[in-house]
């Protein structure tokens, strides 16, 4: 289970439980992005634009010379070798010079990184956790008072989730038996199905993998969860691997954004990411309601992708790794206090949740926004946003904000299912419609918040449906302790079509004609 993202549907008092209206308080909604804009994060948005892009002011160099080039007659050819076979200087000026721009560009232009493919881990039958299972667990368990299990009742009723959620084992058991026997069975289970599917579907060795890369934020045994999969799958031993822990919900973008980066220094190399949550040990039996949230919200789940830089793997990946924007708050007591580990009066460990966290990721999520913006939207919208900014910022000016229309720049939104009201809330501050948040809650209502790798169940209910066509952009958003809110942007290389593709295995395909389901709104839990 996440560190943070039980928070971002805080329930309300007791009282406006039993309430028959339900009111909304302002910590429990996300700010309003038609305010205020800080300038420094456009600027930062921008000054990733000219960095980035600085290559590309070199990149249309060799097609126009040799489109100028091909419009060269053997006349032509003649008489400049004969103008510059007695200008011996300008001959090695110019050749040095093309060598000197050459080689800064294909030194200093980002090697492209591919996603071949990626799995996500669908538990057996047996694992299923409908509401009334749920509840009979936490009503046998005899550690929650009669307050807590109605509590627990109400915010199941209203959390978005459906009645065929997983958990492992050793909750559903009565007694439940957590171990870290029992944990780190859980983890093999969810990491070895997602990675045997994934090596399965895309032919690649474990031996072939050059990186590696394992996010779990709660559960960090020794030997690493990345040393389980080394030793699982006999991988070579100069595997580059890293183990992710204590960073919540966004730590599968963050070992993206990892993984970029170590690509950018290994050629022809493959990369793993492993993004999973653990429940066994992460189960809270106490009675402090701000940690009881996670017991309804966080289920089993994972997922497994395969990325790489080489040229070759371009012709047979899904996608294109165009954008990661990381944003960190840290820095802020406020922010960083908002989501904590730690004992409860009784000394039973679970995760609190701060009365601010839906402000904080509001805050986290717009600066994260107005950061992207400069690098994915179209320019019409950009002017139409900075001449607004210009307006109420420097002119101070009454000006109504201008809020940039992201649905231009991406056709697929990937937001991360924490919960019924933060999507909620970010289906109206962005302005999007039911289909485009129809991934996100459909992934809530199937198999619950699974973390950081509720971002790739969200993407292939996009594939399963079919809707993922050659061009097309994805944009993936989450949250995390810390605080953190990341993005990463993929562009499509091909269409994806269940119908054509061959041994398509996706954790939908068997069940895609029953959705989507209608699944009500609500303002608040």
């Not at 004969?82 to 060598?99: G, I």
């Not at 460990?349 to 717009?366: F, H, I, N, R, Y």
Request: with cysteine; glycine share 6%.
């Amino acid at each position: 289970m996440s560190d943070q993202q039980p928070l971002l549907q805080m329930p309300p008092a007791p009282s406006s439980m039993t309430s028959t209206t339900t009111t909304t308080t302002t910590a429990s909604r996300l700010p309003d992005f038609k305010q205020s804009v800080k300038l420094k994060y456009v600027k930062l948005g921008y000054h990733y634009l000219i960095t980035h892009g600085a290559y590309l002011l070199l990149a249309p160099l060799p097609g126009l010379v040799a489109a100028h080039l091909s419009t060269f007659t053997l006349t032509d050819l003649a008489e400049l070798w004969h103008n510059l076979q007695y200008n011996l200087v300008s001959v090695l000026l110019c050749s040095t010079m093309l060598v000197l721009v050459s080689t800064a560009y294909f030194l200093t232009r980002p090697r492209p990184v591919y996603l071949v493919d990626f799995a996500c881990y669908k538990p057996h039958d047996e694992r299923k956790c409908s509401r009334a299972r749920f509840m009979n667990c936490t009503e046998s368990l005899g550690t929650f008072t009669p307050e807590n299990v109605e509590f627990q009742r109400k915010i199941i009723e209203r959390s978005g989730l459906g009645e065929d959620t997983y958990l492992p084992e050793a909750v559903l058991n009565i007694p439940p038996n957590p171990s870290m026997a029992n944990a780190r069975k859980e983890a093999e289970m969810v990491m070895f199905g997602a990675l045997d599917e994934l090596f399965a579907k895309t032919g690649v060795k474990p031996k072939e993998i050059g990186i590696l890369v394992v996010n779990c934020s709660l559960f960090n045994p020794t030997p690493s969860l990345s040393a389980m999969v080394v030793n699982h799958y006999k991988m070579r031993g100069n595997v580059v691997s890293y183990n992710l822990g204590g960073m919540g919900c966004s730590a599968g973008l963050i070992s993206i954004d990892l993984a970029k980066d170590l690509l950018q220094v290994y050629p022809n190399t493959y990369a793993v990411v492993i993004s999973m949550e653990n429940i066994t040990l992460n189960w809270y039996f106490g009675n402090d309601r701000s940690m009881l949230v996670s017991n309804c919200l966080f289920r089993m789940g994972g997922a497994a992708i395969l990325l790489s830089n080489r040229g070759s793997a371009r012709r047979r990946s899904k996608y294109q790794l165009v954008h990661t924007v990381r944003t960190h708050r840290g820095a802020d007591d406020r922010c960083f206090g908002c989501v904590t580990q730690r004992e409860d009066t009784d000394g039973k460990t679970g995760v609190s949740l701060s009365k601010d966290l839906m402000a904080v990721a509001g805050e986290a999520l717009k600066t994260n926004i107005t950061t992207l913006g400069p690098l994915v939207l179209p320019m019409s919208e950009q002017l139409l946003f900075f001449a607004t900014l210009v307006s109420r910022k420097l002119l101070k000016r009454k000006v109504k904000p201008y809020i940039p229309d992201f649905k231009l720049a991406f056709e697929h939104f990937c937001i991360h299912a924490g919960g019924r009201a933060v999507l909620d809330e970010l289906e109206k501050n962005l302005q999007l419609s039911d289909w485009h948040m129809e991934p996100s809650r459909m992934t809530l209502h199937r198999f619950g918040n699974t973390s950081s790798s509720s971002l790739w169940y969200e993407l292939a209910y996009a594939e399963a449906k079919g809707r993922i066509k050659k061009g097309d952009r994805t944009w993936q958003i989450a949250f995390g302790s810390g605080f953190k809110c990341n993005s990463a942007v993929w562009r499509a290389l091909r269409s994806v079509n269940p119908a054509k593709e061959k041994n398509f295995v996706n954790p939908w395909i068997d069940e895609i004609h029953r959705f989507p389901v209608p699944v009500p709104k609500v303002s608040a839990i």
